[in-house]
């Protein structure tokens, strides 16, 4: 058995091993096989691969010939869609990850297929129009983003605004308008008037108007005459005396007299146009915002946040904004809801504008009083500091005591904020125009006065030239008499460079006062409250005296005031805008630093207009009040007859008439003749009153149209609101009858649904048969429970299986339910469950 096993194993291991080890043919075979298999299969890859490109190329070579008209204009669509959607993309009220991701889409798409909008050779073209486009349009966004980055105290001013209200920075942004303002006017004065003269014109110590007398030379240099503006700078480029009256200077023959009375003019006819242009610009912002009256909380809160803001600090100042911005409408509301005796209120203001008129009365008489006064300091020597500067200093204490009195008797009235603001501000502007027109009468009787002293000083300087020249040809020499030092020569007193002179004190002494006020009353103030409430008996933030608020209406008022003093004073001291521009500068860095460290908000925040008119209008009035004595001085005074470039004519507009005659054309001077004539003015100001009335009914009849169209618009919104709220009441009522009438549709669906299908198959068991009694039963409701229209309908044919039972009456409301009646709702009252349960028998 071993060996028969041993055999069959040696015999399967042969077998195997004729299988494993093939003979030569068969190799070869099968490599020639395997040869041929490797060259089909590189054929067919050739032939794929061929096929590939060639399909490729084909499509890409019938691109164009592959996008119909149809398919253009469809692609032009949902590009044209897909930028509108980009547009409005902030607008979705969607989740920011949707909006996002449906961004890029929409921008992926635009990319996409915008280029292939463009037809054959102009598809290149038209694809690098649009990309031009987007760059365009991307330089014009970051060009306005560098333009707002440019505009000065922007940031600042927002600061304010967040922690203050609009209220607050609606004077910081009337301040960098003034700024601006200012800047343009000293570029015209420095570069017409300042620099041609020192440049061009006669150098100092070649004239008398240039020259410091011999009286005054051992002074001059001295503080306290400095700071009079007494001395060296006196008979400096500052003020009118210095310029010289001869037409023209320098090698470009520049006519210096012309130039500064047509800059003198500008100055006025530049801020006219500034003032009104922007009054018109802020009433078109005002107008176009339209009503924002509606809901104003519930925009606040839903629409107030800027989610593109990245920088904490910036976050910061949006939440004090917007919590200031309800602050102000909360006022607001309260104010319009608010109950009141009208008949106290109205004795109380009567009251409060009777005191007020008293106070402004008072300080009227104070001011000519000490200008009277000073004009006999003035004659007197060896005066004392106070009685050099007593009328800046009155005007001064005027300025800083009378806001708050005013602001204590207003406390009576218990007006609106806003409204309390401009009733303030009005009592404030009367009180500085009172001042100021009362230091101009004043100051212009010392001008008459100094008008009568000229006519003997040019008698006393004419024959001091007479008699120098006469003892110089008395010693009997043939020479030229040198020449008198300007220096000795007799001086008039040059009334044109007093009121510059009093103009720039008035000036200086406000800034100083209002410097030191800051200082003061709210630095040190603000100071003394921090540190001391700690050991103080009563609290001091709370009580008395607590932090100080920023007075807008003292601080826009003297703001005004002082331009008004520029206006007047720049014809009499051009050098006086030049100050003015360097006290803007310093003030809005100071007051900005001074309230953000010293005051707190206001306890009544409320919301600044809408437009800054109010104090447009007050500049606007203060500009035509300032002109006024410039005009009356140019057309009725004579110029002093030894200072300015006016000095030898009888009156200062007479340089026109000169310029006209002697280098204008003959014509050119007969036309403005014919201009200048009486006949021709007056019919032209009678057409300008006329025009001013007729665009002022077509203004007032837009207006009342926009009024009505306002409430037609709200109106219409109100019974939209009325039909959406009524429609909302109506829904739920509707959702019940339908879900009462619910099973008799069901059953005719069911019903029509068998119908069918015995019409198409007869043959067949109909379903109908099928189906349990109790659910027949079911089916075969009361037709006047499905509704609308089914009481008509036939009843339902169906197959009778069984005989009917016997009829048992449905129970009346209240009555027990009869054996053999069903388990199941009572006809007539409704789905629900059973009312009746019996005991399982």
Not at 355 to 373: A, D, M, N, P, T
Not at 650 to 668: A, G, H, N, S
């Amino acid at each position: 058995n071993s060996d028969g096993k041993k055999a069959g194993e040696e015999g399967s291991r042969q077998r195997e091993r004729g299988k494993k080890a093939p003979t030569k043919d068969q190799k070869e075979s099968e490599n020639k096989e395997k040869k041929t298999n490797k060259k089909e299969k590189e054929g067919d890859d050739k032939q794929k691969t061929d096929r590939k490109n060639s399909t490729t190329s084909s499509s890409n070579s019938s691109d164009e010939e592959s996008l119909s008209e149809e398919e253009l204009a469809m692609l032009m669509e949902q590009v044209e869609q897909k930028k509108k959607l980009i547009a409005t993309m902030r607008n979705k009220p969607w989740r920011m990850m949707k909006k996002l991701s449906v961004l890029r889409e929409a921008q992926a798409f635009v990319e996409k297929f915008e280029g292939a909008l463009g037809k054959g050779k102009g598809k290149k073209l038209y694809a690098y129009k649009m990309m031009m486009a987007k760059k365009w349009v991307k330089f014009k966004r970051d060009f306005d983003n560098f333009k707002t980055q440019c505009i000065p105290w922007e940031m600042k001013i927002k600061e304010v605004e967040s922690h203050f209200g609009s209220s607050v920075a609606s004077y910081f942004i009337f301040l960098r308008w003034m700024y601006g303002v200012n800047l343009v006017l000293f570029g015209l004065i420095f570069g017409l008037v300042i620099i041609p003269e020192i440049l061009m014109g006669m150098p100092y110590g070649s004239m008398p108007r240039k020259t410091v007398p011999r009286a005054e030379q051992a002074t001059a240099m001295d503080f306290s005459v400095l700071w009079d503006f007494e001395g060296y700078i006196k008979y400096s480029a500052l003020f009118y005396g210095y310029y010289n009256n001869q037409r023209t200077i320098g090698w470009l023959k520049y006519r210096l007299p012309m130039a500064y009375f047509m800059v003198g003019i500008s100055v006025f006819g530049y801020s006219l146009m500034v003032v009104i242009r922007s009054m018109a610009r802020n009433a078109n912002e005002s107008t176009a915002d339209g009503d924002d009256d509606n809901f104003i909380f519930s925009w606040k809160m839903f629409t107030s946040w800027d989610y593109l803001i990245g920088n904490p600090e910036t976050a910061d100042n949006k939440f004090a904004s917007i919590t200031t911005s309800f602050k102000e409408s909360i006022v607001d509301e309260q104010e319009s809801n608010k109950d009141e005796n009208i008949h106290l209120r109205r004795f109380l203001r009567v009251l409060a504008n009777v005191l007020i008129i008293c106070c402004l009365c008072g300080s009227g008489y104070l001011i000519y009083f000490v200008v009277k006064r000073s004009q006999t300091f003035s004659k007197m020597q060896n005066v004392g500091w106070y009685e050099r500067n007593e009328v800046e200093i009155v005007m001064s204490l005027l300025g800083m005591f009378c806001p708050p009195l005013f602001e204590t008797i207003a406390a009576l009235e218990n007006y609106h904020p806003r409204i309390g603001l401009k009733w303030q501000l009005g009592r404030i502007f009367a009180l500085f125009l009172g001042n100021l027109y009362t230091f101009l009468l004043a100051l212009m009787d010392d001008v008459n006065e100094k008008l009568a002293e000229e006519d003997v000083v040019k008698n006393i300087t004419h024959w001091t030239l007479i008699s120098h020249h006469n003892s110089s040809v008395g010693n009997g020499s043939t020479a030229t008499p040198p020449p008198l030092d300007p220096a000795d020569v007799p001086r008039g007193p040059c009334w044109e460079t007093t009121v510059g002179i009093e103009i720039v004190r008035l000036t200086v002494s406000d800034i100083l006062v209002t410097y030191i006020t800051i200082l003061v009353g709210d630095f040190i103030r603000a100071c003394f409250v921090r540190f001391m409430n700690y050991c103080w008996c009563w609290d001091l933030e709370a009580g008395f005296p607590s932090y100080a608020e920023f007075d807008i209406s003292g601080n826009v008022l003297g703001l005004i005031f002082n331009q008004g003093m520029i206006w007047m004073g720049s014809f009499y001291a051009p050098g006086l805008v030049g100050i003015n521009v360097l006290r803007l500068l310093t003030s809005m860095y100071f007051q900005c630093w001074a309230v953000m460290s010293s005051n707190v908000p206001h306890a009544r925040v409320f919301k600044a207009s809408k437009s800054n008119n109010f104090y447009m209008g007050l500049l606007l009035l203060i500009l035509f009040l300032s002109l006024l004595p410039v005009a009356y001085t140019i057309m009725s005074l004579p110029p002093s007859f030894d200072c300015g470039p006016f000095s030898g004519k009888k009156r200062m507009y007479e340089v026109i008439q000169e310029t006209i005659e002697l280098d204008f054309p003959l014509f050119v001077a007969k036309i403005f003749s014919y201009v200048a004539n009486p006949g021709l003015i007056i019919p032209a100001i009678l057409l300008m009153v006329l025009a001013i009335y007729y665009l002022n009914a077509v203004a007032e009849a837009y207006q009342r149209a926009n009024a009505e169209l306002k409430k037609k618009m709200q109106m219409q919104r109100e019974e939209e609101k009325n039909k959406r709220n009524n429609k909302a009441s109506t829904n739920p009522v509707l959702q019940d009858l339908e879900d009462l009438f619910t099973p008799t549709t069901k059953s005719e669906s069911h019903l029509k649904q068998a119908e069918d299908k015995k019409i198409d198959s007869p043959n067949r068991t109909s379903p109908a048969a099928k189906t349990r009694p109790d659910k027949a039963a079911a089916l075969g409701g009361s037709p006047m429970t499905g509704g609308r229209g089914t009481a008509f309908t036939p009843p339902p044919h169906m197959f009778v299986t069984r005989p009917p039972a016997p009829h048992v009456w449905a129970p009346y409301p209240g009555q027990p339910r009869p054996r053999g009646y069903p388990l199941g709702p009572v006809p007539g009252r409704g789905r629900g469950q059973p009312r009746y349960s019996y005991p399982a028998q």
